[in-house]
């Protein structure tokens, strides 16, 4: 979801997605920095810290990227995502606030059931994506991306705003919880030594609220970014510390930062707010026609309908795409070139995959070159080296269904 940081070459390694403009060096701005509730427990467990929209976060700890990336795909991992925004729309027309906002059904949500979907503005492009959740306890739990801290709220804000001054019943609660993320093949085995609810009934993009290792008052919802089975804990921030240190009692989880959460997310063709989708997007072009509701396409009642809808029937000028290729590592912006040499697109992320060992990325390109297994060019450091589309994601996710 959260668009990611440049190059941290002194760390040894290079992260494709991470724009200057949202990450520098810690020295840069120290005392404007936002903290999460766990700052001082990344410093004591040897996180490097970098500055990511506005927030001191750690890019790792003491374990290389890559160790870090592959722990995640064996074990599992601990992740501080306390930066994103939690907000609680509340009121018995909070479906009708967010689906003025969203392209999704939120209608159709069963109690504790949550949605990717994504913000859009009427010339269809994209705000930006999150995550809702239809709670049993009467409102919405919605999650955004930090980068777009201001302008979610300012939106979601204004449109509370303007229904209340219609007499519609809503509300909007910015949230100020902790959000840990656990990620990997046994986190859930991990977490079940410090629940009571059974985890098996909890399958991917649902949520429940329940006491975790002795904290009460935490949503425990089966989602994440990696691709792996998790969760992503909402828990109060007086509890955070004591939680983390919880979870990491346990041999099989180890704490991992921005570096191997932008790697893990590009295996599994997960998008990065700013980078592989923003407001010139529209969520068919960004390959995300699936968010769309079927109520709501048929409806066309949300915004941006009238460029979006259209779409899904007629052809688009260009697709988002994912790359393969030898050599070395495709960045972000690197042209792509079709095999005569002319320039047909651009690659929007891109880094070595620690699973694959081979190199992953994503771009777009016109829909008559988006076909998986066409040939392409992409240039690196000026030099033009092959490059085959492929299908996504690269590495197969294992999210947890009930069978």
Not at 273 to 297: A, Q
């Amino acid at each position: 979801m959260q668009r990611a940081v440049s190059v941290v070459a002194r760390l040894g390694f290079r992260l494709q997605a991470f724009s200057p403009d949202l990450c520098r060096p810690l020295s840069f701005a120290q005392d404007l920095l936002r903290r999460t509730p766990l700052y001082d427990f990344h410093l004591a467990h040897g996180g490097k810290m970098v500055v990511f929209a506005g927030w001191s976060l750690p890019v790792q700890y003491r374990d290389s990227h890559t160790d870090s990336h592959l722990h995640t795909r064996q074990h599992c991992s601990l992740f501080d995502v306390s930066h994103m925004l939690q907000t609680k729309i509340c009121g018995s027309d909070r479906v009708k606030l967010m689906e003025s906002l969203v392209v999704g059904d939120i209608a159709e949500l069963r109690p504790n059931q949550g949605t990717l979907s994504l913000f859009t503005n009427e010339a269809g492009g994209i705000l930006d994506d999150l995550i809702v959740t239809n709670t049993s306890e009467g409102h919405l739990y919605v999650v955004s991306n930090a980068g777009c801290w201001e302008k979610d709220l300012a939106l979601m804000q204004d449109k509370v705003r303007e229904l209340q001054n219609q007499g519609r019943d809503v509300g909007l609660e910015v949230l100020d919880n902790a959000l840990l993320a656990l990620q990997g093949p046994t986190a859930a085995q991990v977490l079940q030594a410090g629940v009571t609810d059974d985890l098996r009934k909890l399958p991917f993009m649902t949520s429940a609220v329940m006491e975790v290792f002795g904290v009460s008052g935490c949503r425990v919802t089966r989602c994440g970014y990696t691709g792996e089975d998790g969760v992503e804990i909402s828990v109060p921030a007086a509890g955070a510390v004591h939680l983390a240190t919880a979870l990491l009692q346990d041999p099989e989880v180890k704490l991992a930062g921005l570096a191997a959460r932008d790697s893990l997310r590009l295996e599994a063709g997960l998008c990065l707010y700013g980078n592989d989708i923003d407001e010139h997007t529209t969520p068919v072009e960004g390959s995300l026609s699936w968010t769309l509701g079927k109520r709501r396409r048929a409806a066309m009642d949300f915004p941006g309908a009238k460029v979006i809808v259209p779409q899904l029937k007629g052809k688009v000028q260009r697709r988002r795409v994912g790359l393969m290729c030898e050599g070395a590592p495709m960045r972000a912006h690197s042209p792509i070139l079709n095999m005569e040499g002319t320039m047909i697109g651009t690659v929007t992320s891109g880094c070595p995959s620690p699973s694959l060992k081979k190199n992953v990325a994503m771009g777009y390109v016109p829909c008559e070159y988006s076909r998986p297994g066409t040939k392409l060019m992409v240039e690196v450091r000026r030099k033009q080296q092959m490059a085959v589309v492929s299908k996504m994601p690269f590495v197969p996710t294992n999210y947890y269904t009930l069978k």
